[in-house]
């Protein structure tokens, strides 16, 4: 059983940064495609970054690849997305999700990031 969690959400004024981390256990990490998924209220989950095995990434658009950076870290089981320049239309929860082409996606429970002033 392959688990995500999540830390790092919060309030953050315009403008600043966050580190997002995931912790994930029960999987052999390193086999993984790992993403950054959010939801805005009233929308749909939406794709910010993947992570591949080999450490390539891939950004929805070129407006998050300027501002955010997904990572992996294989020794310790973990993706982290560092988020700068945080906008108000950034805020949502931010989901932690795995990926491998022989099993069901796995998600993690979101932690909330609010970009107010």
């Known amino acids: 059983q392959v688990q995500l969690v999540e830390s790092g959400g919060g309030l953050v004024q315009p403008g600043g940064s966050r580190i997002l981390s995931c912790v994930v256990s029960?999987?052999?990490?390193?086999?993984?495609?790992w993403a950054w998924y959010r939801q805005a209220p009233g929308s749909q989950r939406e794709l910010v970054a993947r992570?591949?095995?080999?450490?390539?990434?891939?950004y929805l658009d070129s407006d998050k690849e300027n501002r955010f950076t997904i990572s992996r870290d294989n020794t310790v089981n973990t993706v982290s997305l560092h988020m700068h320049h945080l906008r108000p239309d950034d805020t949502a929860v931010y989901y932690c999700?795995?990926?491998?082409?022989?099993?069901?996606?796995?998600w993690g429970q979101g932690t909330q990031v609010t970009v107010s002033s």
């Open positions: 999700n795995g990926r491998r082409a022989d099993q069901v996606d796995s």
């Open positions: 029960g999987s052999d990490f390193s086999t993984y495609a």
């Open positions: 992570i591949f095995e080999d450490g390539t990434t891939f």
